[in-house]
């Protein structure tokens, strides 16, 4: 049996198609308005951005000055910018474990495990032992209460709690008291029960985006492994206010990661064939673009070697790697004199006229082949083509919906305001 609809007029019916046609055309002229505001701020929102980083940065300078004591974080995370006394970041875990818990050899395995954690000669996790403290809206490590660290203070024991139904009120009992400010921010609370007991950690987040500190590490799950752990990736996402607001992009990393993989290739190859270190047979017989291909090189490894080592200065690894490769004036003489030689001209035409006639033909055979990579490629240029559409689509209409969040915030304290003047 049909529904019963109410019945709508022809000429309802055009009203309603005409007004849906209005408000799409509106709607297109309002995201386009939009875009066009947003284009034309974009400049001014660069430069606040350049203006407040460069503020950021002289402010943290001069902290680090008037503080030699502490060590200052020079990220800002999302989760750090929300952090206030009354919700400080403390992250809490609650782990239920079978059997019974001996507090001293537990304490034992986090100090010679955790705490005591070295690589290279220093300490994985030295902020575990200084207390953190805000200055300025600057979250800082003190480096000096390190040596007033007591790891009774951050493994405690309570009385059993025997009923199950007791241990909820007690452990909401628990998180509800703030961590005390003149220790490290982390602590881990034991709470024996029947045949089990209760582990209560509770760590600020910065331990875990900063110190890379994972739940493995504080449990002493596998402590020879890294110490960067899955929940670490989890928490950074959730961290993130866009996570899952839109569709993440499948073949523009593939097509990425191709790019990478044969520029990478390329340049191995590159290297194995003109670096002077990896075959110094190229120098016997260099020319202009043999000379300017080791130039590239060299400045690649400069450039490497000084971001790896930034204690060493740029003019010593210049030196060092030119002296590596016998870039000098002779051979760039050298070079010049190859280049306009006339047998070295007869010697180019020779191959590539032999490319040109029998690689060809072997490329043609290789294309063939090689069908279908191509139709994946094809495949994959499709569905790339379609994901440029949708970030174009979100870039086109991202201004509208910021300008329509920033109206409905004006409103809500607007309203806000208002109702508080009336119960006045």
């Given at each position: 049996?049909?529904?019963?609809?109410?019945?709508?007029?022809?000429?309802a019916r055009?009203s309603?198609g005409?007004f849906q046609?209005?408000?799409?055309?509106?709607?297109?002229?309002?995201?386009?308005?939009?875009?066009?505001?947003?284009?034309?701020?974009?400049?001014?929102f660069?430069?606040?951005?350049?203006?407040?980083?460069l503020n950021?940065y002289i402010?943290?300078?001069?902290?680090?000055?008037k503080?030699?004591?502490?060590?200052?974080?020079?990220?800002?995370s999302?989760?750090?910018?929300?952090?206030?006394?009354?919700n400080?970041?403390?992250?809490t875990?609650l782990l239920q474990?079978?059997?019974?818990?001996?507090i001293?050899?537990?304490?034992?395995?986090?100090q010679?495990?955790?705490l005591?954690?070295t690589?290279?000669?220093r300490?994985?996790?030295p902020h575990?032992?200084?207390?953190?403290?805000?200055?300025?809206?600057?979250?800082?490590?003190?480096?000096?209460?390190?040596s007033?660290f007591?790891?009774?203070n951050?493994?405690t024991?309570?009385?059993p709690?025997?009923?199950?139904?007791?241990i909820?009120?007690y452990?909401?009992?628990?998180?509800s008291?703030?961590?005390?400010?003149?220790h490290?921010?982390?602590?881990?609370?034991i709470v024996?029960?029947?045949n089990?007991f209760?582990?209560?950690i509770?760590?600020?987040h910065l331990?875990?985006?900063?110190?890379?500190?994972?739940?493995?590490?504080i449990?002493l799950?596998e402590p020879?492994?890294?110490s960067?752990?899955n929940?670490i990736?989890?928490y950074?996402?959730?961290?993130n206010?866009l996570?899952?607001?839109?569709?993440?992009?499948v073949?523009?990393p593939?097509?990425?990661?191709?790019?990478?993989?044969?520029?990478?290739n390329?340049w191995n190859?590159?290297?194995s064939v003109y670096d002077?270190?990896?075959?110094?047979?190229?120098?016997?017989?260099?020319?202009?673009?043999?000379?300017m291909?080791?130039?590239?090189i060299?400045?690649?490894s400069?450039?490497?070697?000084?971001?790896?080592?930034?204690?060493?200065g740029?003019k010593?690894?210049i030196r060092?790697e030119?002296?590596?490769r016998?870039?000098?004036?002779?051979?760039?003489w050298?070079?010049?004199?190859?280049t306009?030689?006339?047998?070295?001209?007869?010697?180019?035409?020779?191959?590539?006229?032999?490319?040109?006639?029998?690689?060809s033909?072997?490329?043609i055979?290789?294309?063939?082949?090689h069908i279908?990579?191509y139709i994946y490629?094809?495949f994959?240029s499709?569905h790339v083509?379609?994901?440029?559409?949708y970030l174009?689509k979100i870039?086109?209409s991202?201004?509208?919906v910021s300008?329509v969040?920033?109206?409905?915030?004006n409103?809500t304290?607007?309203f806000?305001?208002?109702?508080n003047?009336?119960?006045?």
């Amino acid at each position: 049996m049909k529904p019963d609809w109410p019945q709508v007029s022809s000429k309802a019916r055009r009203s309603i198609g005409q007004f849906q046609r209005r408000f799409r055309v509106l709607n297109i002229f309002y995201n386009l308005f939009s875009c066009c505001l947003m284009i034309l701020l974009l400049p001014a929102f660069i430069f606040l951005f350049l203006i407040v980083n460069l503020n950021r940065y002289i402010w943290l300078v001069i902290l680090k000055k008037k503080y030699p004591n502490l060590e200052f974080i020079n990220s800002t995370s999302v989760r750090s910018a929300v952090d206030n006394p009354r919700n400080p970041g403390i992250l809490t875990v609650l782990l239920q474990v079978k059997g019974s818990c001996n507090i001293h050899m537990f304490k034992t395995q986090v100090q010679r495990d955790l705490l005591n954690r070295t690589k290279n000669g220093r300490l994985v996790f030295p902020h575990l032992r200084t207390k953190l403290s805000s200055v300025w809206g600057w979250y800082a490590w003190d480096k000096e209460t390190a040596s007033n660290f007591n790891i009774d203070n951050h493994i405690t024991i309570t009385q059993p709690v025997l009923e199950d139904s007791h241990i909820q009120k007690y452990i909401s009992e628990l998180v509800s008291k703030y961590m005390n400010p003149d220790h490290p921010p982390w602590h881990l609370k034991i709470v024996p029960s029947s045949n089990k007991f209760f582990v209560l950690i509770r760590l600020h987040h910065l331990y875990l985006s900063e110190e890379h500190i994972g739940l493995g590490d504080i449990l002493l799950l596998e402590p020879e492994h890294s110490s960067w752990s899955n929940e670490i990736d989890e928490y950074l996402y959730h961290e993130n206010l866009l996570a899952g607001t839109f569709k993440t992009p499948v073949a523009i990393p593939q097509v990425y990661q191709h790019i990478c993989e044969c520029f990478s290739n390329f340049w191995n190859e590159l290297v194995s064939v003109y670096d002077p270190i990896e075959n110094p047979k190229i120098q016997i017989s260099p020319t202009i673009k043999t000379y300017m291909i080791i130039i590239l090189i060299t400045m690649v490894s400069v450039m490497k070697e000084y971001l790896r080592t930034e204690s060493s200065g740029v003019k010593y690894i210049i030196r060092r790697e030119t002296q590596r490769r016998f870039i000098t004036k002779r051979l760039l003489w050298r070079s010049i004199l190859e280049t306009i030689n006339p047998l070295t001209s007869i010697k180019y035409f020779i191959s590539w006229s032999w490319w040109f006639i029998v690689m060809s033909a072997l490329q043609i055979l290789r294309t063939i082949l090689h069908i279908p990579q191509y139709i994946y490629w094809i495949f994959l240029s499709y569905h790339v083509f379609r994901e440029l559409l949708y970030l174009a689509k979100i870039v086109f209409s991202g201004p509208r919906v910021s300008i329509v969040i920033l109206i409905m915030l004006n409103l809500t304290n607007s309203f806000t305001v208002l109702k508080n003047y009336i119960d006045m």
